[in-house]
């Protein structure tokens, strides 16, 4: 319980009161006795405000303004008092100053409501990914219903909601959104992102269902290797285990296998197959003898051609490749039909395999 007094012209006396279990409605304003003035708020406020004849009501004055002014600052000063205390709900001040349902017209013509949000918004209450509570204004909620996904190092700004509910309440405050091109321009720049990180975050713009992170996002991933993807670059999407040996010269790169099986986890697909269609934005393509041939065969090409005395050697390492490759998937599979493959006849010259 928190009591006030001030004296100005003349003098008027606040009381707050959390009740210990949760009002099962919107509270009333007090004076003395309780008005029909709703409260919607967690507690229970008095103050010596001027009332009507009916003393029910409240009236439109100056005097009036200033004390519910006063009251909504105590309130803000209450929310804040409360996150120091032990075992308290990290959203607790903001659960304070938040209205559960809409305000009381009296109350909002009287700019109560706006009082109430700027005495909120200059005491830290908001929670974030860095730890404890700052302002408003210096924290930035982002798309989805938890934050949980977003490394507390790169976002420490970030508020630490955990459901909509807590995401909303933020969002009373006014705190402002994070853009996702933001988001993803601060990831990329940095550059010792590990793997629960990187899992981490695509999964969070994946459950955010924010169109705005765009589709361009292959650079978030990285390769067998741990190697970032160069921004519109592929990752194969291989099953289990080692991938195909393929030419040193060759550009083909796969999905890192534990960053495979953590996405798995944490988007919780069903499958492989659910798993690859979820990441196709990433730039994740199926495991498959087309995704595997096209790329090698297109920089086979360009290396005759930009390598001429190498050409012998580049295109015994690809009939190489397409053997072992052929074994490892079975000779069920078939050979894509808008692939060409040059082979050498009898004498001596490399020509297409088709003709």
């Not at 459950?207 to 292959?218: E, I, T, V």
């Amino acid at each position: 319980m928190i009591e006030a007094e001030e004296n100005t012209k003349s003098c008027f006396r606040l009381t707050l009161a959390i009740p210990e279990h949760q009002l099962t409605g919107p509270g009333r304003l007090y004076c003395y006795f309780p008005t029909d003035v709703e409260l919607p708020l967690p507690l229970l406020a008095h103050a010596t405000v001027e009332l009507d004849e009916t003393r029910k009501h409240l009236n439109d004055t100056p005097p009036n303004r200033y004390i519910l002014g006063a009251l909504a600052r105590q309130i803000a000063e209450l929310a804040e008092t409360r996150l120091g205390r032990a075992g308290e709900d990290r959203w607790a001040g903001c659960r304070l100053v938040a209205p559960r349902v809409p305000w009381s017209g009296e109350l909002a013509r009287l700019g109560f409501d706006s009082a109430l949000k700027d005495a909120a918004r200059s005491k830290k209450l908001i929670p974030v990914l860095g730890g404890g509570h700052r302002l408003a204004s210096e924290a930035k909620w982002v798309p989805g219903d938890e934050t949980r996904w977003w490394p507390r190092r790169i976002f420490p700004e970030i508020t630490a909601f955990t459901c909509a509910e807590e995401r909303i309440l933020a969002q009373h405050l006014e705190v402002e959104r994070l853009a996702p091109a933001e988001i993803v321009r601060r990831l990329l720049a940095t550059d010792d992102l590990s793997i629960e990180e990187s899992a981490s975050v695509i999964a969070g713009v994946l459950r955010s269902g924010d169109a705005a992170f765009g589709d361009d996002l292959s650079a978030l991933l990285c390769d067998e290797t741990g190697t970032s993807l160069p921004a519109g670059a592929s990752a194969i999407f291989q099953p289990v285990g080692e991938p195909p040996s393929i030419p040193t010269w060759a550009t083909l790169r796969f999905l890192h296998p534990e960053l495979r099986q953590r996405l798995a986890e944490l988007l919780r697909t069903n499958d492989a197959r659910d798993l690859q269609q979820r990441l196709r934005r990433f730039g994740v393509v199926e495991y498959s003898l087309a995704a595997l041939i096209r790329p090698v065969l297109a920089e086979a090409t360009r290396r005759a051609r930009d390598f001429p005395e190498s050409a012998l050697a580049t295109r015994s390492d690809v009939i190489r490749f397409l053997w072992n490759l052929y074994q490892k998937l079975g000779g069920e599979s078939v050979f894509p039909p808008d692939t060409s493959l040059r082979l050498p006849n009898q004498s001596g010259d490399w020509v297409c395999a088709q003709s």
